[in-house]
């Protein structure tokens, strides 16, 4: 008896830490989305359901502008991280010789613990100084924001090759060296399709670290490279901002549709 | 450097070794150096450390700029309200975080899934819109207050935005994910006979926390601390959408240095001062904290 009574007072305070916890996440994320339907100026006096925020988000040409060149820059950021995160991860893990090989380490590590403003201010004076010294790049734009994307983002990707590459057995791509399989074919053969899932991660990593950055973004933008972050930061800084709560609906839609889909996959996948 | 690899490992090697070189080592070399130059009207605006004229090789390099930084209390303010904003929400981060992490973990596998995924999504979720979503909320017209009025609370809209616990609040919900799924991996493998042991041989609940799933989960509680605090220390965004002028953090410092003031050697060396005083002790702190684990393996 006394030991129901326990059981019950147990699963009382799991449910109950479960519920406040996830309300904690989930509230303003939800009421930023009711309000997003609401036909009123003043973002938090109730009006009426409409849809209008939405029509005008969709007229907004400097928001849409901004979406796509951040889609862009977001895309080839995560690609050429990902190439060079395998190309760290591989060069760690199995290529000993490596020239002043704790100074390696540092560089394709410490991009992970420097805080972005710190990131930002350096590329922001390194570009000047280039500029200045040999003329390129010729102005802040799309390439550099591009640029210091691939750098912060190339240490996340390497983490997460690196520890997947470290984990699993050396001993087959051994076994295909002595069986007389040319170096470049095993690592096309064997290690990249082991390893392509972490591939999938990093690059999905890198895609989001790059879509969701401001503050090295600010930094290294010029004239007609504003992302996504850098038009809604404008927007948001000082005041609210209707069509950007209509902005934060569609971009939970895209990403619970996306989560469910994963989910799905996953299932599927473990069925079988 | 061709000398000692292969030549198709040569490209391996080279290509993100020559990237991060220029893209990353060069930038920081260099904030370095402007931290040193003496400031001037012009641009950009400062000496160069080198120059060469009819009087020959000259070294034009100061300290002043340090020397500034250290002996005014507004930039030491604003490191230790850095400081200490990045480890009063790690702790906060931790405590919230903690019982979730370990409740999810501890659900039923198809349940699990569905609340892992339920952690995932503010994980992706942008996390300007996230820490715009509590701007909505604190407004004076906002949620929160319409309902404490409708309860009777209070009487008037109180200000709730611009402040500091506005921040932490802010910063805790927005990197709460972070804590959550490093803890949640960790807990995931934990094995539950290990309670149910601890408890038939008599330990109080207490007790079976804080000696078996505690030290379990410490490596858990390092990850997730470390993507809490690390970011943090340099926050920007989260004080400036929410924050007010009662405290002031070395992230926005650095930034009016550079944009308003325009003033590039004081920002350098703030952002020097920052590596070494925030940086070094975390990077220190992983080695010794690695070293450790080796030896107990």
Same mark, same amino acid.
């Not at chain 1, 990131?119 to 004076?125: D, F, N, Q, V, Y």
């Not at chain 1, 600010?218 to 992302?227: D, I, K, L, R, Y």
């Not at chain 1, 996953?266 to 079988?272: C, G, L, V």
């Not at chain 2, 601390?225 to 920007?236: K, N």
């Given at each position: &008896?006394?030991?129901?009574?326990?059981?019950?007072?147990?699963?009382?305070?799991?449910?109950?830490?479960?519920?406040?916890?996830?309300?904690? @996440?989930?509230?303003?994320?939800?009421?930023?989305?009711?309000?997003?339907?609401?036909?009123?100026?003043?973002?938090?006096?109730?009006?009426?359901?409409?849809?209008?925020?939405?029509?005008?988000?969709?007229?907004?040409?400097?928001?849409?502008?901004?979406?796509?060149?951040?889609?862009?820059?977001?895309?080839?950021?995560?690609?050429?991280?990902?190439?060079?995160?395998?190309?760290?991860?591989?060069?760690?893990?199995?290529?000993?010789?490596?020239?002043?090989?704790?100074?390696?380490?540092?560089?394709?590590?410490?991009?992970?613990? &420097?805080?972005?403003?710190?990131?930002?201010?350096?590329?922001?004076?390194?570009?000047?100084?280039?500029?200045?010294?040999?003329?390129?790049?010729?102005?802040?734009?799309?390439?550099?924001?591009?640029?210091?994307?691939?750098?912060?983002?190339?240490?996340?990707?390497?983490?997460?090759?690196?520890?997947?590459?470290?984990?699993?057995?050396?001993?087959?791509?051994?076994?295909?060296?002595?069986?007389?399989?040319?170096?470049? &074919?095993?690592?096309?053969?064997?290690?990249?399709?082991?390893? @392509?899932?972490?591939?999938?991660?990093?690059?999905? @990593?890198?895609?989001?670290?790059?879509?969701?950055? @401001?503050?090295?973004?600010?930094?290294?933008?010029?004239?007609?490279?504003?992302?996504?972050?850098?038009?809604?930061?404008?927007?948001?800084?000082?005041?609210?901002?209707?069509?950007?709560?209509?902005?934060?609906?569609?971009? &939970?839609?895209?990403?619970?549709?996306?989560?469910?889909?994963?989910?799905?996959?996953?299932?599927?996948?473990?069925?079988? | 450097?061709?000398?000692?690899?292969?030549?198709?490992?040569?490209?391996?090697?080279?290509?993100?070794?020559?990237?991060? %070189?220029?893209?990353?080592?060069?930038?920081?070399?260099?904030?370095?150096?402007?931290?040193?130059?003496?400031?001037?009207?012009?641009? /950009?605006?400062?000496?160069?450390?080198?120059?060469?004229?009819?009087?020959?090789?000259?070294?034009?390099?100061?300290?002043? $700029?340090?020397?500034?930084?250290?002996?005014? /209390?507004?930039?030491?303010?604003?490191?230790?309200?850095?400081?200490?904003?990045?480890?009063?929400?790690?702790?906060?981060?931790?405590?919230?975080?903690?019982?979730?992490?370990?409740?999810?973990?501890?659900?039923?596998? =198809?349940?699990?899934?569905?609340?892992? %995924?339920?952690?995932?999504?503010?994980?992706?979720?942008?996390?300007?819109?996230?820490?715009?979503?509590?701007?909505?909320?604190?407004?004076?017209?906002?949620?929160? $207050?319409?309902?404490?009025?409708?309860?009777?609370?209070?009487?008037?809209?109180?200000?709730?935005?611009? $402040?500091?616990?506005?921040?932490?609040?802010?910063?805790?919900?927005?990197?709460? /994910?972070?804590?959550?799924?490093?803890?949640?991996?960790?807990?995931?493998?934990?094995?539950? =006979?290990?309670?149910?042991?601890?408890?038939?041989?008599?330990?109080?609940?207490? =007790?079976?926390?804080?000696?078996?799933?505690?030290?379990?989960?410490?490596?858990?509680?390092?990850?997730?601390?470390?993507?809490?605090?690390? /970011? %943090? +220390?340099?926050?920007?965004?989260?004080?400036?959408?929410?924050?007010?002028?009662?405290?002031?953090?070395?992230?926005?410092?650095?930034?009016?240095?550079?944009?308003? =003031?325009?003033?590039?050697?004081?920002?350098?060396?703030?952002?020097?001062?920052?590596? +070494?005083?925030?940086?070094?002790?975390?990077?220190?702190?992983?080695?010794?904290?690695?070293?450790? $684990?080796?030896?107990?393996?």
């Amino acid at each position: &008896m006394q030991n129901t009574i326990l059981r019950m007072n147990k699963l009382f305070f799991k449910i109950l830490t479960l519920t406040i916890g996830f309300s904690f @996440l989930y509230f303003p994320i939800l009421t930023l989305i009711a309000y997003s339907f609401n036909d009123n100026k003043r973002v938090m006096v109730w009006k009426g359901f409409s849809f209008r925020w939405y029509k005008e988000l969709f007229q907004n040409e400097q928001i849409l502008e901004a979406f796509y060149t951040s889609i862009k820059i977001a895309s080839l950021s995560a690609t050429f991280a990902t190439i060079m995160g395998v190309m760290i991860g591989f060069s760690l893990t199995r290529i000993s010789k490596i020239p002043a090989r704790p100074f390696f380490i540092f560089l394709s590590s410490s991009p992970l613990v &420097m805080p972005e403003i710190i990131l930002g201010l350096s590329l922001l004076l390194f570009f000047i100084s280039s500029n200045h010294i040999i003329g390129f790049p010729s102005s802040k734009g799309q390439l550099t924001v591009l640029i210091s994307h691939i750098t912060f983002s190339v240490a996340f990707v390497a983490v997460i090759i690196q520890s997947r590459l470290s984990s699993y057995d050396k001993n087959i791509e051994e076994a295909a060296q002595d069986l007389g399989t040319i170096p470049n &074919m095993i690592f096309w053969k064997i290690t990249a399709p082991v390893i @392509l899932p972490s591939i999938i991660s990093g690059w999905l @990593l890198a895609f989001t670290l790059s879509l969701d950055d @401001l503050v090295v973004a600010s930094f290294t933008t010029g004239p007609g490279a504003n992302t996504l972050p850098i038009v809604v930061f404008s927007k948001v800084r000082l005041g609210l901002s209707p069509e950007v709560n209509a902005l934060s609906a569609i971009i &939970m839609l895209i990403v619970v549709l996306a989560a469910i889909s994963v989910y799905f996959i996953n299932r599927s996948h473990i069925k079988k | 450097m061709i000398r000692y690899l292969k030549k198709q490992n040569f490209w391996f090697v080279f290509t993100p070794y020559f990237w991060l %070189v220029l893209f990353f080592f060069i930038p920081l070399a260099l904030i370095f150096k402007i931290s040193i130059s003496v400031s001037e009207w012009g641009m /950009p605006p400062y000496r160069d450390l080198f120059s060469l004229s009819e009087e020959g090789f000259k070294i034009d390099s100061t300290l002043s $700029n340090y020397l500034f930084i250290f002996s005014d /209390p507004f930039y030491i303010r604003s490191y230790l309200n850095s400081l200490s904003l990045a480890f009063t929400s790690t702790i906060l981060c931790l405590l919230i975080g903690y019982p979730i992490a370990f409740y999810v973990a501890k659900s039923q596998a =198809n349940i699990r899934i569905i609340l892992l %995924v339920l952690l995932i999504i503010p994980f992706w979720t942008s996390f300007l819109l996230r820490v715009y979503a509590w701007k909505v909320l604190l407004q004076g017209s906002g949620i929160i $207050n319409s309902i404490l009025i409708h309860l009777g609370f209070i009487t008037e809209p109180i200000s709730m935005l611009h $402040n500091h616990y506005a921040v932490i609040l802010g910063v805790v919900y927005t990197y709460l /994910p972070f804590m959550i799924l490093p803890l949640y991996g960790y807990l995931v493998k934990f094995d539950l =006979n290990l309670i149910d042991a601890a408890n038939d041989l008599g330990a109080k609940p207490i =007790n079976t926390f804080l000696k078996v799933i505690l030290p379990l989960s410490l490596p858990g509680i390092i990850a997730g601390s470390m993507l809490v605090f690390i /970011p %943090v +220390v340099g926050e920007f965004v989260i004080p400036e959408m929410l924050g007010g002028s009662d405290k002031l953090y070395f992230g926005k410092i650095i930034w009016d240095e550079f944009f308003v =003031n325009r003033d590039w050697p004081v920002a350098s060396a703030l952002a020097m001062s920052g590596i +070494v005083i925030l940086v070094f002790p975390i990077v220190i702190f992983q080695l010794m904290y690695a070293k450790y $684990n080796f030896k107990n393996e």
